[in-house]
T-cell receptor, first 113, second 115 residues
Framework: AQSVTQPDIHITVSEGASLELRCNYS??????LFWYVQSPGQGLQLLLK??????LVQGIKGFEAEFKRSQSSFNLRKPSVHWSDAAEYFC???????????FGTGTRLQVTL | DGGITQSPKYLFRKEGQNVTLSCEQN?????MYWYRQDPGQGLRLIYY???????QKGDIAEGYSVSREKKESFPLTVTSAQQNPTAFYLC??????????????FGEGSWLTVV
């Protein structure tokens, strides 16, 4: 069975600092991988996705993620965080056509000014 | 604009009552999903449907029911059998077989509180 681990429950960074959110997955074949962001009381917005090809994926809002098969990881990065990036971030892995996702438990990002 | 609309945003339920959460999408997506979100537990799949008049149980279907009479609509009923229904409910949809387009998109969610 597939699984996703986000080892950091809560991260605090200063505005302007770089960010890396960790995601490790378990899946028997090449996975479909996603990062979503959720503001309080809102739905989830897709940041980026990896299906195949280039292992460095660019997303919206200046985020990128790198798929590392050898480490079973799909970490999310941003070179300079803005106060508006404060939210909860979810990594997800999909099976087959990605019609059924398994989500991590999320990482809450706090940004200090 | 195309999207997924959930209603109501906030709903209060008395003990023993059934309540229905609405989900409508105008994206022409084949598949629709219901997730439940509890603090610290991520999202858990309740039900999903890949085609009209057909649906499958997810990981936590007990105490819930759904219907899929139209492609664009996938209402969720939280029955009195659901022991702990207070949660945030998210509806989602996706193209079923689309390669690069096979991504799940979410609505804005509905809060259900038992009073």
């Amino acid at each position: 069975a597939q699984s996703v681990t986000q080892p950091d429950i809560h991260i605090t960074v200063s505005e302007g600092a770089s960010l890396e959110l960790r995601c490790n997955y378990s899946y028997g074949a090449t996975p479909y991988l996603f990062w979503y962001v959720q503001s309080p009381g809102q739905g989830l917005q897709l940041l980026l996705k990896y299906f195949s090809g280039d292992t460095l994926v660019q997303g919206i809002k200046g985020f990128e993620a790198e798929f590392k098969r050898s480490q079973s990881s799909f970490n999310l990065r941003k070179p300079s965080v803005h106060w508006s990036d404060a939210a909860e971030y979810f990594c997800a892995v999909g099976a087959g056509t990605a019609s059924k996702l398994t989500f991590g438990t999320g990482t809450r990002l706090q940004v200090t000014l | 604009d195309g999207g997924i609309t959930q209603s109501p945003k906030y709903l209060f339920r008395k003990e023993g009552q059934n309540v229905t959460l609405s989900c409508e999408q105008n994206l022409n997506h084949d598949a629709m999903y219901w997730y439940r979100q509890d603090p610290g537990q991520g999202l858990r799949l309740i039900y999903y449907s890949q085609i009209v008049n057909d649906f499958q149980k997810g990981d936590i279907a007990e105490g819930y029911s759904v219907s899929r009479e139209k492609k664009e609509s996938f209402p969720l009923t939280v029955t009195s059998a659901q022991q702990n229904p207070t949660a945030f409910y998210l509806c989602a949809s996706s193209i079923l077989f689309g390669g690069q387009r096979d991504t799940i998109y979410f609505g804005e969610g509905s809060w259900l509180t038992v009073v």
